[in-house]
C-alpha cells in the first residue's frame, strides 16, 4: 500500500512538472525579446525583428570558403632568399570568392556600362571611362611579336572566356565596386521593388543618374533626382494609414525601402585579402594530413608534383604555366598544357573549395598593402594591410553629400593616368579625423597602410616630436614621383633621380599565385610579389570576393540545452 502511495506521488510531481514547463513555454513564446515584447506588440510599433530571413544566398559565380586557421606563408622553397615568407597562423573567417578570375566578357560588360553612362564623348565623362578602359599594349615587346594580342586579346570572342589582364590594381578594386552596384539593382528588380531603368522610356541612365546602393541605403530620393518612377513597390510597411488618410496615387510609391535589416541586399564585392586568398588556393580542407594542416602543401591541387597521375590523363600538366627556357607549353601533342598565353578559364579541375586556376593561368591581385612581414603578433585574426577608416561626408545643412556631375574630381597617378576619386551619384567619403578616433582603444587614426611598419612610430626617430623635424622621416627609401603640373595643366612626366633603395611603399599592392608566364616555382599559393598599384602587366588578373554572413558554413548548429541540477 505505501509502495503504491509512493507512486502515485511520483505521477502527481510529474504531471505538475510538465504543465509548470507548459505555460513557461507558451510565456517564453509570446514574449520573444528581453524586454518582453511579442512580436505583435513590436510589429505593431515599427521596429519588429526580421523572421523571414532565411540565411545568405551565395551570390552568382562564387563559392562558399569556410574559413577556419591555417599556416600562412609556409613556402616549399626560397630561391630568391627574399624571407617575406615567415610562417605564421592566422585564422579566416568565411568568406564567398569567385569560381574563376573575372573574364574578358565579364569585364566588357562592365565598360560597355561604363561608356553608356559615361560618354566618353562628352567632355565631362571622357576621362572616366578612359580610367577603366584595360591597358592592351601590355603585350608587346621590343623582340617580340605579339601585336596581334594588343588588337585583339580584350575584344575578340576567340578570347571572351579568357582572364582579362592589364588591370591595375586600382581599376580591379573600381570593378569590384561597381559590380556590388549592379548585384544589388538586379536583386531590387526581381523583388519587383526597382523598375528596369534601362527599359524605362522616361528615364535616361547618365551621369549621376545611376543606382548606387550606397546612395539607395542613405537617402533613395537622391537617386535620379527624387524621380519616384524608378520604383514600383516598396516592402509592407509596418505603420497604417490612418483613419481620414487619403489613398496614395496610383503611381507613386507604397510600403517602404529597403534597407540592411531586411537581409535582401549583397554585401559590398572587394578583392579578397592575400590572407583570403592564399586559405582558398591551399584549400587545407582536402584532407587532414599533418603536412597539409601545417601549410606545406605547395599548389592548389593535393600533390608535389604538377603533372597529372591518373590513368587517363598521366603526363599532362595541371596548371598553365612557363615550363623551362622558350618552352610555354611543352611539346607538341605530349604533356602539353593547352597554352602558350593564358587559357580559357576552368580549363583544369578546381581545388578542394571548387575554385579555378588558383595556380597558373594569371597571378592574381589582392587587397594588401605590401610589406615584407605579416605581424601576426599584432594580428591573427583575418589580416589584411591597407585599411583607411572612413566615414561619410556630411555638408554644413548635416546632409550626406552625394557627389553630382558638377563636382566630379580627378587625380592623377604616378603613371600620369586621369581617374576619378568617386563616380557621380555616388556617397562622398572622407578620412575619419583624430577627433573621430579619440580615446578608442582599437584604433588611433584613420590612416593605417603604414601603422606598425612605415609610419613614424615604426622609424628609429619614434622617441622625437615629428614637428620639430626638418624632414619627415621615411622606413622604406622608395622613389617620390615629382608632382610638377605643366602648361597644359596636367602633371609634368618626370622621373625621380635620387639614390634609392626600395620600391616599397603605400602604394605597392600584392599579387599571389603563378601565371603562364611564370616556372613552376611560382605556383606555390604562399609566394608573394607586389607591384604598384596603378601599373598592369600581361599576366595579372583578379577575382572578387564578398563576406559571408552569420554562420561560417551552412551547417548550423543545433542550440543544446544544459541541465542544471539542484
Request: aromatic residues 12%; charged residues 25%.
Amino acid at each position: 500500500m505505501k509502495k503504491l502511495f509512493n507512486v502515485s506521488r511520483i505521477l502527481i510531481l510529474v504531471v505538475t512538472t510538465l504543465l509548470f514547463s507548459s505555460c513557461h513555454d507558451r510565456t517564453s513564446r509570446s514574449n520573444t525579446s528581453l524586454t518582453g515584447w511579442s512580436a505583435k506588440d513590436k510589429a505593431a510599433g515599427g521596429f519588429s525583428s526580421n523572421k523571414s530571413y532565411k540565411g545568405q544566398v551565395a551570390p552568382p559565380g562564387m563559392v562558399l570558403i569556410e574559413g577556419g586557421a591555417f599556416t600562412m606563408g609556409h613556402v616549399q622553397d626560397d630561391v630568391l632568399f627574399d624571407w617575406n615568407t615567415t610562417p605564421v597562423k592566422q585564422q579566416v573567417r568565411s568568406f564567398y570568392l569567385d569560381e574563376s578570375e573575372v573574364t574578358n566578357a565579364e569585364y566588357l560588360f562592365y565598360l560597355e556600362w561604363m561608356e553608356k553612362v559615361f560618354p566618353p564623348s562628352e567632355e565631362s565623362y571622357k576621362n572616366i571611362y578612359q580610367s577603366a578602359v584595360p591597358d592592351t599594349l601590355v603585350w608587346r615587346d621590343v623582340l617580340g611579336s605579339n601585336e596581334l594580342l594588343t588588337e585583339n586579346y580584350l575584344r575578340h570572342p576567340a578570347y571572351q572566356d579568357y582572364p582579362v589582364v592589364g588591370v591595375s590594381w586600382i581599376q580591379a578594386n573600381q570593378y569590384c565596386k561597381w559590380r556590388s552596384d549592379r548585384v544589388n539593382e538586379k536583386i531590387l528588380i526581381d523583388k519587383g521593388i526597382l523598375n528596369n531603368i534601362f527599359k524605362s522610356d522616361s528615364l535616361e541612365v547618365k551621369g549621376q543618374n545611376h543606382f548606387s546602393t550606397d546612395t539607395y541605403l542613405v537617402n533613395p530620393t537622391l537617386l535620379f533626382n527624387g524621380d519616384s518612377t524608378i520604383y514600383k513597390k516598396g516592402l509592407p510597411s509596418n505603420t497604417k494609414r490612418k483613419k481620414g488618410e487619403p489613398k496614395p496615387a496610383r503611381r507613386s510609391f507604397t510600403g517602404r525601402h529597403v534597407k540592411v535589416s531586411d537581409g535582401i541586399l549583397s554585401p559590398k564585392f572587394r578583392l579578397p585579402t592575400e590572407a583570403e586568398w592564399e586559405y582558398a588556393a591551399k584549400a587545407v580542407i582536402e584532407n587532414r594530413e599533418y603536412n597539409n594542416i601545417r601549410g606545406r602543401k605547395k599548389y592548389a591541387w593535393d600533390g608535389r608534383y604538377t603533372r597529372n597521375k591518373s590513368k587517363k590523363y598521366t603526363g599532362d600538366q595541371l596548371a598553365n604555366f612557363k615550363q623551362g627556357k622558350g618552352d610555354y607549353s611543352g611539346i607538341p601533342g605530349w604533356s602539353n598544357d593547352g597554352a602558350d598565353i593564358t587559357i580559357q578559364v576552368k580549363s583544369y579541375d578546381p581545388n578542394a573549395f571548387g575554385l579555378y586556376d588558383m595556380s597558373g593561368n594569371v597571378a592574381e591581385w589582392v587587397a594588401d598593402v605590401y610589406r615584407p612581414i605579416i605581424d601576426n603578433d599584432a594580428n591573427d585574426f583575418n589580416y589584411f594591410r591597407g585599411n583607411i577608416f572612413t566615414k561619410k561626408m556630411i555638408n554644413a545643412e548635416g546632409k550626406v553629400v552625394m557627389v553630382d556631375d558638377a563636382s566630379i574630381e580627378y587625380d592623377t597617378l604616378d603613371n600620369g593616368k586621369i581617374v576619378p576619386k568617386t563616380l557621380p551619384g555616388n556617397i562622398k567619403y572622407i578620412t575619419i579625423s583624430d577627433r573621430d578616433a579619440y580615446m578608442r582603444n582599437n584604433y588611433e587614426k584613420g590612416y593605417n597602410i603604414d601603422s606598425k611598419d612605415g609610419d613614424f612610430a615604426s622609424t628609429k626617430y619614434y622617441a622625437k616630436d615629428e614637428d620639430e623635424l626638418e624632414t619627415k622621416p621615411r622606413m622604406y627609401n622608395s622613389p617620390i614621383k615629382p608632382r610638377v603640373i605643366g602648361e597644359s595643366g596636367y602633371i609634368m612626366q618626370q622621373y625621380d633621380t635620387k639614390n634609392r633603395t626600395t620600391l616599397i611603399s603605400n602604394k605597392t599592392r600584392v599579387y599571389k599565385g603563378g601565371s603562364w608566364k611564370d616556372r613552376e616555382y611560382w605556383l606555390d599559393p604562399s609566394q608573394r610579389r607586389y607591384l604598384p598599384e596603378y601599373m598592369a602587366t600581361n599576366y595579372i588578373g583578379f577575382r572578387c570576393a564578398t563576406d559571408r554572413l552569420g554562420p561560417m558554413t551552412y551547417k548550423r548548429r543545433k542550440p543544446t540545452t544544459t541541465k542544471i541540477r539542484d
